[in-house]
């Protein structure tokens, strides 16, 4: 396997890998959510989850980020192997005729 390949698997096992992560972080949040609002807490308890929430939400924001960036990394990578086919399709054609 060329290296570009296993660059461009690469990104898309990394793509995959966070948006697991974002789902799972998520779902955290959600939970964290439910509890925060479904039963009476203690301050302390209050607290205590509103800080994991803001952790949550810090977390997928930055994973959304680095997805936006790893989509647009896989974008240009396949408008270059377009091309890159394109190139070589013209260049054969060129010399078979």
Same mark, same amino acid.
């Given at each position: 396997?060329t290296?570009? #390949?296993?660059?461009?698997?690469?990104?898309a &096992? +990394?793509?995959?890998g966070l948006?697991? !992560?974002?789902?799972?972080c998520r779902?955290?949040l959600?939970?964290v959510? /439910?509890r925060?609002?479904? =039963? +009476?807490? /203690?301050?302390?308890?209050?607290? /205590?989850?509103? #800080?994991e !929430?803001n952790?949550?939400m810090?977390?997928?924001s930055?994973?959304? #980020? +680095?997805? #936006?960036l790893?989509?647009q990394?896989?974008r240009?990578n396949m &408008? &270059? /192997? =377009?091309?890159i086919f394109?190139l070589l399709t013209? =260049?054969?054609?060129y010399?078979?005729?």
């Amino acid at each position: 396997m060329t290296k570009k #390949k296993r660059e461009n698997l690469g990104v898309a &096992l +990394e793509i995959d890998g966070l948006e697991e !992560k974002l789902l799972r972080c998520r779902r955290d949040l959600e939970a964290v959510n /439910s509890r925060l609002y479904g =039963v +009476e807490l /203690s301050p302390e308890a209050r607290k /205590s989850l509103e #800080k994991e !929430k803001n952790s949550l939400m810090n977390k997928a924001s930055h994973y959304e #980020k +680095e997805l #936006k960036l790893l989509r647009q990394e896989n974008r240009r990578n396949m &408008l &270059l /192997s =377009v091309a890159i086919f394109i190139l070589l399709t013209l =260049v054969y054609t060129y010399w078979t005729l």
